[in-house]
């Protein structure tokens, strides 16, 4: 992946060479993010993409099941955005709780579950969980890990709010992949899109997110991936690289083939969605990550 305001990890993902400091970023996010539509967040949503955003969860929360061995318990949603995933966590019987650093999300998706959010800064607020011995069964890292300044140490923080037999659910974007860079060196694409700095400031492939999981105490139990909304990209007529309007299409196209898939059996999707994983492909990568020493 070149270009040179990136550089390489040791531990294969690529990461932002002139990181900004953290007050910068605070600021950012507490004032930018979701106010100025920065983000891809917006005030509503159709009823078919909340049962989209839904399903997705549905379906990586039977996996962190079956990996656990039991369902239901406490939830931590770390950097929560807007609360979909802890509105289906709240509906299925889970005690929640979110961090974030801005309300603004939250505000305007699921206010009812205002009482459960802390706002600030993240690893700040972590740490008060961690002095006051709190522990969740279920840890979810939803596109926070490539947001922040040092990945590694948000990994390590969380293991110490990792209850016995606890997992870490971490969802990042599939960056650099051989489709991605193929529709580069092809000329289908002009620019590496996937490449958004200061939103982004590390990216990560399946390989270098194992090989972060390992390093910071983590073991991979699975990894799935999501729908392909690049593989688009390939036919011109639905290139929304070049051209952004086409990119709603693609994004409708999306949710109505994993509308049709989550009517087919949970556990058969999840092994459409590790192969596709398995072999690089996806525009997400979601790992169930557990350890043996918490």
Not at 36 to 43: F, I, L, V
Not at 118 to 143: K, M
Request: net charge negative.
């Amino acid at each position: 992946m070149m270009d040179d305001r990136l550089v390489r990890h040791p531990l294969g993902f690529w990461r932002v060479k002139d990181l900004p400091d953290l007050q910068t970023l605070r600021a950012y996010y507490e004032s930018r993010y979701y106010q100025t539509a920065q983000s891809n967040y917006r005030p509503t949503y159709p009823a078919e993409e909340v049962a989209w955003f839904h399903a997705k969860t549905e379906r990586i929360a039977t996996s962190i099941a079956e990996v656990r061995g039991v369902s239901g318990g406490t939830v931590l949603d770390v950097g929560c955005g807007e609360g979909f995933a802890m509105d289906w966590f709240d509906r299925n019987g889970y005690a929640v709780r979110g961090v974030d650093f801005s309300r603004a999300g939250m505000e305007g998706a699921h206010p009812h579950l205002l009482d459960r959010l802390e706002t600030g800064e993240v690893q700040e607020l972590l740490d008060a969980h961690i002095a006051a011995g709190r522990t969740y069964d279920v840890i979810w890292l939803t596109n926070v890990l490539e947001h922040v300044i040092d990945p590694l140490a948000l990994l390590t923080r969380l293991r110490q709010l990792q209850a016995s037999a606890g997992v870490l659910v971490v969802t990042v974007p599939n960056d650099g992949s051989a489709w991605q860079e193929f529709l580069v060196a092809s000329g289908r694409i002009s620019e590496r899109f996937w490449i958004a700095i200061p939103d982004h400031l590390s990216y990560f492939d399946a390989d270098s997110l194992r090989a972060v999981a390992a390093a910071t105490g983590w073991q991979c139990a699975r990894m799935t991936a999501d729908f392909p909304i690049d593989w688009f990209l390939g036919n011109a007529e639905s290139d929304y690289v070049s051209h952004k309007a086409k990119g709603r299409g693609a994004h409708q196209a999306r949710i109505a083939i994993d509308t049709v898939l989550a009517g087919q059996p949970v556990q058969a999707v999840n092994r459409f969605y590790a192969a596709m994983a398995d072999v690089g492909m996806g525009r997400q990568l979601t790992a169930i990550l557990t350890s043996e020493t918490p």
